[in-house]
């Protein structure tokens, strides 16, 4: 049909689809912003954080399995398989075993787990704008669909510094009593549950209503001809242009992803508690939440604009990084190191990069339509935790000083502009809504 048409029940499969996110992101940084209180109650090691961390990119390996169960099976099947990995995932980590390397393993296949429902939550949002949403609200839907999965792992921030006490002179850890490390044990497991209950009831929501597409299509893009899975691979892999602002948001936000994820470990050695690492780590994410939105509803209203929009994020990531870098380099650089210096450029970075993510994932899909928008997303962000995984992966054995970790960071925010910059922007899909229902 010409004239699409759109359904009052696409915020509902919004909602249930950005929990689902939100979820997900949640149980993934469980245990980055709580770290020393993990390694009192379960013995964990430095490289045991880090792994913890690190299954969230290892999740991506079957990531080309997702992509094409949504090409072929649709969204609800897609949905119902993740949610269920996750409910699993959680449920293994609420496991109440008393050998502790036992539960450390459970822990450690509970993060697997979760990790693998990265593909989905982190791919789809394009796919369910497109399938849902008109022409005019399909980046604000792509934005909430993939920025409430940072959101989730803000409020991991939030909830366990807030929940978990805090070991006093964690240089000296061996010294606490037994009554304090069983209560530092009781609040994690209480957080660990807590999650498990709301993973299964955003699992329970969606298989009782999550349908994989409306009655007709929004849309004439919605309702076209897509390639096949394997013409699709080729078309993206030989289109250079795609390559590149591949690049400009798989490097960046690589990095920025796997350094947010042990914020608390980097922030230790500069003297910041666990609590205020939390307060940082959740007001970079939640402001690149609102920004990122607030971007994604100015790209509906002018269309176009989105190589321009992403230059200004990307040119402020760069600054915000760099700040940062300096800031910790004291000795060095003499500038001042305090609370204030370091809430403002994490929050700063935080809101450049992650408000850059759904109009990343806009211009891929305008860029190489009619690439199916499950795979061309799902291609981009696994590079994306391929980067980040290498990152993580030379962190386990380099975790004692993390000035070059620090680096990584205007490094690639750099790079990922001078891509950008050299990028010939193109709006197929969005051609093909405004002239052809015209």
């Known amino acids: 049909p010409l004239s699409g048409r759109v359904y009052g029940r696409r915020w509902l499969v919004l909602l249930l689809f ?44 079957p990531c080309f399995f997702f992509m094409w169960l949504m090409d072929k ?23 109440p ?4 390397e036992i539960r450390k393993k459970l822990i450690h296949g509970g993060q697997l787990l979760n990790g693998l429902a990265g593909p989905t939550v982190m791919n789809a949002a394009p796919f369910l704008s497109t ?28 909830v366990g510094p807030l929940v978990v006490p805090s070991p006093n002179g964690t240089a000296h850890l061996p010294l606490l009593s037994q009554s304090s490390t069983e209560r530092i044990k009781d609040r994690i497991e209480a957080v660990l549950y807590a999650e498990f209950g709301m993973v299964s009831l955003i699992f ?4 009782a209503y999550f349908p994989s597409r409306p009655p007709f299509p929004p849309s004439v893009a919605a309702a076209s001809q897509r390639l096949s899975y394997r013409r699709s691979f080729c078309r993206l892999l030989s289109n250079f242009r ?77 600054l915000a990084s760099t700040w940062f870098t300096l800031t910790c380099l004291t000795s060095v650089t003499h500038l001042p ?39 061309t997303c799902g291609v981009v962000t696994f590079l994306s935790n391929m980067f980040m995984g290498v990152l993580l992966f030379f962190l386990t054995f380099y975790h004692t000083e993390f000035s070059w970790f620090n680096w990584c960071l205007p490094g690639s925010c750099l790079l990922g502009l001078l891509l950008i910059l050299c990028f010939r922007e193109s709006y197929d899909r969005l051609y093909l809504d405004v002239v052809v229902s015209v």
């Open 73 to 95: 099976k649709g969204l609800r099947v897609t949905v119902l398989l993740t949610s269920s990995l996750m409910v699993l995932g959680a449920g293994l980590r609420c496991v």
């Open 204 to 207: 329970s929501a969606a298989l």
């Open 97 to 100: 075993v008393s050998d502790l």
């Open 18 to 61: 950005s929990l689902l996110g939100f979820a997900q992101g949640l149980v993934w940084n469980t245990w980055g912003p709580i770290q020393n209180s993990a390694r009192l109650a379960f013995g964990f090691s430095g490289w045991d954080i880090a792994l913890l961390v690190f299954w969230g990119p290892i999740g991506f390996a």
């Open 131 to 158: 399938t849902w949403f008109s022409p005019d609200e399909r980046a604000t839907a792509t934005a909430i669909a993939s920025l409430l999965n940072y959101l989730g792992a803000a409020g991991a921030f939030l």
């Open 242 to 318: 795609f390559l590149m602002i591949a690049l400009a948001y798989a490097i960046p936000l690589g990095v920025f992803s796997g350094w947010s994820g042990v914020l608390d470990l980097i922030l230790t050695p500069v003297h910041v508690s666990q609590v205020d690492a939390g307060w940082i780590g959740f007001w970079s994410i939640v402001g690149g939440c609102v920004v990122g939105i607030a971007m994604a509803r100015f790209a509906d209203f002018i269309r176009g604009m989105l190589k321009f929009i992403l230059l200004l994020l990307l040119s402020g990531a760069t």
């Open 337 to 375: 190191l305090t609370t204030a210096t370091l809430y403002t450029s994490c929050i700063l970075l935080g809101i450049f990069l992650n408000s850059s993510v759904p109009i990343f994932f806009e211009l891929f899909v305008e860029t190489v339509y009619p690439v199916p928008e499950g795979i």
